[in-house]
């Protein structure tokens, strides 16, 4: 009998643990992951199309983020969203509420941006052309993903919005 009270008592704070975790992260939890180069195009196939945004940029827009935040591509443009799909940039390209956006954990994303390293001669989401060296994220159109990538990692498995828009 003692034992099968201790069992239960740890269960019960594992489950407390997990649920209180899980609440921090938001609805959805923790959603994205990096990866290396090299796995993610075993894992997600070849870049199709890439887009370069300043890194200062997305931290600008991550700033004004919850626990999540969304991503497509739209008129050769990245798009970033709330979870709530209002713009976190100074894009002002509409969408419509059936199109297709990828979520990630704000805290994902920022890890990725730790990663970032200079590349001369990148487009922020401004469609500026800079010579100088920037620190850059690329996000990357493949076959059936959106992916954000710096020299070194990918961040993948994101959720489609919608169905999963984590409001």
């Known amino acids: 009998m003692?034992?099968?009270?201790?069992?239960?008592?740890?269960?019960?704070?594992i489950l407390i643990f997990f649920s209180s975790v899980s609440n921090a992260q938001g609805k959805l939890g923790v959603v994205g992951k990096q990866f290396s180069k090299k796995e993610a195009n075993i894992l997600f196939g070849k870049v199709i199309g890439s887009i370069d945004v300043d890194a200062k940029v997305l931290q600008a827009a991550l700033d004004k983020a919850n626990d999540y935040v969304l991503f497509t591509i739209k008129h050769n443009q990245v798009i970033i969203r709330n979870e709530k799909r209002q713009p976190l940039s100074n894009e002002n390209e509409n969408l419509g509420n059936n199109e297709i956006m990828y979520v990630f954990s704000k805290?994902?994303?920022?890890k990725l941006l730790q990663s970032a390293t200079p590349k001369a001669g990148v487009t922020s989401l401004s469609s500026v052309t800079s010579t100088a060296s920037v620190s850059v994220v690329t996000f990357e159109v493949r076959a059936s993903v959106l992916t954000l990538s710096t020299n070194t990692e990918t961040l993948e498995l994101s959720v489609g919005c919608p169905p999963f828009c984590g409001d």
Do not use: A, F, G, M
């Not at 805290?107 to 920022?110: D, I, L, W």
């Open 2 to 13: 003692r034992k099968i009270i201790t069992s239960l008592t740890i269960v019960t704070l």
């Open 107 to 110: 805290s994902e994303v920022e």
